[in-house]
């Protein structure tokens, strides 16, 4: 049997980071079996379905490499199927036509209620053939009225359900639509699903599911459903825990590897390991591994693997991902040293790849003023013999590499008779803008002589004007 699972949200909102894991792990689950996984958009509920849903749950799996195998399948280009096998189970007798009101429907409910019932549909049209002409309808699934539905969950263990706890669900629509429960169950058949991971709040459609799929005569998928994401305060997670949709992490400046290796871990675990790269996911994976209680999502852990990513992957990679975030901020990257060798010095000083971007800007273009605080303490009159000194001896350079810079600096501090950071502190502050960068001699390697005489010469200007102020 090839394994073949899908991922089927519905295109109402963005792809949030609950629907992202249950995607990961089913897209997990047919890697490590060799199997197919298909992209499925549900989006039978045309008024609330917009075309931006959909590129929104294309872009966040795209993002995160959750490649799908089969799609993306509409439901709503296969509503000709779904309604060829609704009358068919009404030629079968395995369904029926119900005439009862919304408001009759809604009486029934709260007289049940009142008697302290299950509000329920009573199968008043079950069995009835006295159909009026020229009425609206409903389509009712003959729900089996006795025997249970045992699901064996791989996360839940046994799941039974009795059908008398069951009532005739809705399968078309008045307006001719079919419902969610009915085309699930016809994409799952046709498409061979043979494994349906999803959130437990599925687990009452399963057994409704489960009795249509066998009034079709098609086969039974084992299923996995998986427990809801808690925010750190215990709750469900939601947009108040803070980001929530997967591009929102995109553009807080996560990489995909490390929202990836953190959801994995919100409900999988193997042994104590903490970072996983893709392909040990795929390997070790086990739907059966899934735990059932709930997950807390703890974004300083998230922060933590981020930076882990940041510091430990390939610079291209990274550079990959952190080109965006430049081109956000208007910086031209072409314009000034390779990427990846920003990234290679600027890694271990960031926890996201926005961060990176703000504090790289000068590597790509001028700054426009100093950071005041920075530029009060050391672009001071004392620092003007040493800029002037150290400019020299820079532009004197015939190796223009890291080793040769932090000996210009260093004969200028001794032939000065001062300290390093008498002479450090204010040409960073002249070069960067700022009183923080990675060490002064791989810095400025990445920028040219030109850069660095007229960087000198702003700070100059400035400590010019600080002295006739």
């Known amino acids: 049997m090839t394994v073949v699972t899908r991922f089927a949200p519905s295109p109402t909102g963005y792809l949030h980071v609950g629907g992202a894991r249950t995607a990961l792990y089913s897209w997990l689950f047919a890697k490590n079996q060799g199997g197919e996984f298909v992209l499925r958009i549900e989006d039978t509920d045309i008024e609330r379905s917009t075309d931006e849903a959909k590129q929104a749950i294309l872009d966040g799996m795209q993002w995160l490499g959750l490649t799908w195998d089969t799609g993306p399948v509409y439901q709503t280009d296969r509503f000709d199927r779904y309604k060829a096998l609704i009358q068919q189970l009404l030629d079968e007798g395995k369904a ?94 046709d498409m061979g699903i043979t ?3 999803r959130g437990e709040d599925h687990v009452n459609n399963t057994p409704r599911q489960i009795n249509i ?35 929102q992490y995109r553009d807080d400046g996560y990489l995909p590897q490390a929202l990836m290796n ?18 040990e996911m795929i390997e070790l994976f ?41 081109e956000q901020l208007g910086i031209d990257v072409s314009n000034g040293p390779a990427l990846e060798a920003v990234i290679g010095i600027q890694a271990d000083r960031v926890k996201t790849l926005k961060e990176l971007a703000e504090i790289s800007r000068y590597f790509y273009e001028e700054y426009e003023e100093f950071d005041e605080k920075a530029a009060k303490k050391h672009l001071r009159p004392v ?19 890291p080793e040769a ?32 960068s990675p060490s002064l001699d791989i810095t ?20 010019a004007n600080r002295e006739n102020s």
């Open 405 to 436: 810079i932090q000996q210009a600096i260093n004969t200028t501090a001794e032939s000065l008779g001062v300290g390093m950071g008498k002479v450090g502190m204010p040409l960073r502050v002249a070069v960067t803008g700022s009183g923080n």
């Open 286 to 326: 086990s739907l059966d591994a899934i735990g059932q209680s709930a997950s807390a999502f703890n974004t300083e852990k998230l922060i933590w693997l981020n930076q882990h990513y940041i510091k430990s992957l390939p610079a291209e990679d990274v550079a990959e991902h952190a080109k965006w975030h430049f």
């Open 383 to 401: 620092a003007k013999e040493p800029l002037e000194q150290v400019k020299v001896n820079l532009l004197a350079l015939t190796d223009w590499n």
């Open 444 to 463: 400025l390697n990445l920028l040219t002589k030109g850069q660095i005489e007229q960087r000198i010469d702003k700070a100059l200007t400035y400590i």
């Open 213 to 247: 799929l066998k009034a079709l005569g098609a086969p039974i998928p084992e299923y996995a459903h998986v427990s809801m994401i808690l925010g750190d305060d215990g709750k469900k997670l939601s947009k108040r825990h803070g980001a929530v949709s997967v591009m």
């Open 195 to 197: 494994h349906v991971v």
């Open 262 to 279: 953190y959801l994995v871990r919100l409900g999988w675990s193997h042994g104590d390991q903490e970072i996983f790269s893709q392909q």
């Open 96 to 189: 029926y036509k119900c005439f009862m009101s919304a408001e009759e429907l809604d009486a029934i409910r709260e007289q049940q209620k009142a008697h302290g019932e299950k509000p329920r549909y009573p199968g008043t049209w079950r069995d009835r053939t006295d159909h009026p002409e020229g009425q609206p309808y409903v389509v009712r699934f003959k729900t089996p009225l006795e025997g249970e539905v045992v699901i064996k969950d791989h996360i839940r263990g046994t799941i039974t359900v009795a059908n008398s706890e069951l009532d005739d669900l809705i399968i078309l629509r008045s307006d001719g639509t079919p419902t969610y429960n009915f085309c699930v169950v016809v994409d799952d058949w």
